[in-house]
């Protein structure tokens, strides 16, 4: 890459996050002062939800605060040092949801969106809006500003909000399957398409591949427009050792019938040269075995040690991401 590049991300969760922090890490460490202008993040917007009368957004918030350094990362979501008088008093009232927490600083940011929602903004302008206040060092773009939130379809036909199924339930109800009404007719965000198709690379993060990755690419449009790009693919597996670094992703995996494994999610991308998405794969050390049937698939592999446990880790990460990006297109 000559210049400055433009480097694409698809992220949603703790790990896209976590991966998101290494991608600018990476692109400071090579001296690029204006990260901002490298570094576009899409982010899946298929978990917001509306709760007691305000519009949450957890993907692009938790992104939001990572780039910010007011996350508690110890926790992986909501903001450092957060109190919960305000949530304690919606439970007091019967309002809300008891087992959902609602820090009162991440309620200044809830109530903040909502109110510039109700104005007319659309979350595209709203995220740049928010992006306004920290020098997050990338954009942030949602998935689509139509309301796509998941539903899941339980096996006995009763249907919940995915927050409820994830958060309260822990994933033990077993699902068939994952739905995001109206994404039918929704359309990629502003931005968003042509950050693609001008981009030098794009990443996909070591993401749920069901609720974080799935729903972005579900919004019409953004599969063509990843095949269509000249730009290499790469993405990250979210499986080491044929195991989820966090979350609940393997039940969501089988739910679709896709085995917990490193080449079962490569697969369940694809490659490109077979109509799919992918031209490189980053396995973990512990999956070099899978190595052959990445191969097999059509995808590069690349055995890369996987751990993001601190910031030097996530970094070697996204160094060993784009590494995988040759410069003169895609990757082989």
């Keep these: 890459m000559t210049g400055t590049p433009r480097i694409v991300v698809l992220a949603g969760g703790v790990g896209g996050s976590r991966f ?3 991608v600018r890490g990476a692109l400071r460490a090579r001296g ?3 990260t901002a202008a490298a570094l576009s993040v899409i982010v899946n917007t298929g978990d917001d939800l509306w709760l007691s009368g305000v519009r949450l957004q957890p993907d692009v918030d938790s992104i939001t605060y990572a780039l910010a350094g007011v996350n508690d990362a110890e926790r992986g979501w909501g903001r450092q040092g957060d109190s919960e008088r305000v949530n304690h008093e919606l439970q007091e009232w019967g309002a809300g949801w008891p087992w959902f927490t609602l820090g009162d600083l991440d309620l200044g940011t809830h109530l903040a969106r909502t109110g510039w929602l109700r104005d007319g903004l659309t979350p595209t302008q709203v995220l740049e ?13 949602p998935m689509t500003d139509t309301e796509v939130d998941t539903v899941v379809v339980l096996e006995d036909g009763a249907r919940l909000h995915f927050q409820e199924w994830w958060t309260r339930h822990r994933a033990t109800l077993a699902p068939a399957r994952f739905e995001n009404p109206g994404i039918d007719a929704a359309e990629p965000a502003p931005g968003v398409a042509e950050a693609i198709a001008e981009a030098d690379v794009v990443l996909f993060a070591p993401s749920n591949p069901v609720v974080s990755i799935g729903p972005i690419l579900a919004v019409p449009g953004v599969r ?8 290499p693919i790469v993405g990250i597996s979210p499986i080491i050792g044929g195991k989820v670094v966090r979350g609940m ?13 490193a080449a079962a999610v490569a697969g369940l991308y694809g490659a490109r040269a077979d109509g799919g998405l992918l031209d490189a794969w980053l396995i973990a050390e512990e999956d070099e075995a899978a190595a052959g049937e990445v191969a097999g698939l059509g995808i590069r592999p690349l055995v890369r040690p996987l751990w993001m446990t601190d910031a030097a880790r996530q970094t070697a990460l996204a160094e060993a991401a784009l ?4 410069p003169d297109g895609r990757a082989r």
């Design 20 to 22: 998101v922090l290494g």
């Design 32 to 34: 690029l002062d204006d």
């Design 129 to 141: 809006r928010m992006s306004h206040r920290w020098d997050l060092g990338a954009r942030l773009l």
């Design 224 to 231: 063509e427009a990843l095949r269509a790009t000249v730009a």
């Design 249 to 261: 992703a393997d039940v969501c995996l089988t739910a679709i019938g896709v085995e917990t494994s």
């Design 323 to 326: 590494a995988a990006a040759p």
